[in-house]
């Protein structure tokens, strides 16, 4: 494979379609196993995870439901600063067993700020299935309870992953080339 270009950086091959669409099924079959009967609603977050939500989601054989939210983020004028409100999330979550899905964990400042508000709503159970994570990167405690590749702390783009708006339709994952760092 050889390496893409998106703007002004150059990004090289790290994971193949082959190997993503293997590690998605095997956190399926986890899903399947873990929440049979349980009818799970994953909450895809928006824009980074709707092709890890979908290929996930296309391997579960249990019932189970699916919605997607944003998340705007407002700098406060408190000293915390930091609030993420949902966008978009309609569904009665009292009571249900709710799985957040991501593309990436990389600070874990995004679902930090999130996870409270979604406690309130009070669902039966929350965890994260994350396409990747960096552990290197991580800033605050929240920790993914399915992840399908633990990476070093270098930017990727594909697989629903974007550089500056660009690069999420490529099915293989790209990283940052050394030499544009
Ligand atoms: P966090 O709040 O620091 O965990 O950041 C999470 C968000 O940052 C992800 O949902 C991505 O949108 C973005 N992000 C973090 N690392 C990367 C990367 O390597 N490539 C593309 N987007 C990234
Ligand atoms: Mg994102």
């Given at each position: 494979m ?8 150059r990004?090289?091959?790290?994971i193949t379609a082959?190997?993503?669409e293997?590690r998605v ?7 399947n ?5 349980k009818?799970?609603?994953l909450?895809g ?18 019932e189970?439901?699916?919605?997607f939210?944003?998340?705007?983020s407002?700098k406060?004028?408190?000293s915390?600063g930091?609030v993420?409100?949902?966008i978009?999330l309609?569904?009665e ?6 799985i957040i899905?991501e593309?990436i964990?990389?600070?874990g400042?995004?679902?930090h ?7 309130q709503?009070?669902p039966a159970?929350?965890?994260i ?8 990167a991580?800033?605050y405690?929240?920790r ?11 930017f990727v783009?594909g697989y629903?992953?974007?550089?500056d708006?660009h ?5 293989d994952?790209?990283r940052?080339?050394?030499a544009d760092?």
């Open positions: 050889a390496d893409i270009r998106i703007h002004d950086k990004f090289t091959p790290f082959t190997e993503i293997q099924r095997a956190l399926a079959a986890l899903i196993t873990d929440y049979a009967g009818n799970p609603l909450i977050i928006l824009n980074g995870s709707f092709i890890f939500a979908a290929d996930l989601f296309r391997g579960l054989t249990i189970a439901e699916i919605s939210i944003k998340l705007a407002y406060g004028t408190s915390s930091h993420v409100t949902a978009g309609e569904e979550l009292h009571g249900r067993h709710v899905v593309d964990i990389d600070t400042k995004t679902l700020s999130f996870l409270p508000g979604l406690q709503r009070q159970s929350v965890k299935a994350a396409f990747l994570s960096k552990p290197g991580l800033q405690d929240v993914a309870d399915y992840v399908a590749f633990e990476i070093a702390n270098k783009v629903g992953l974007d550089y708006g690069g999420r339709n490529y099915p994952l790209y940052l080339k050394d760092f």
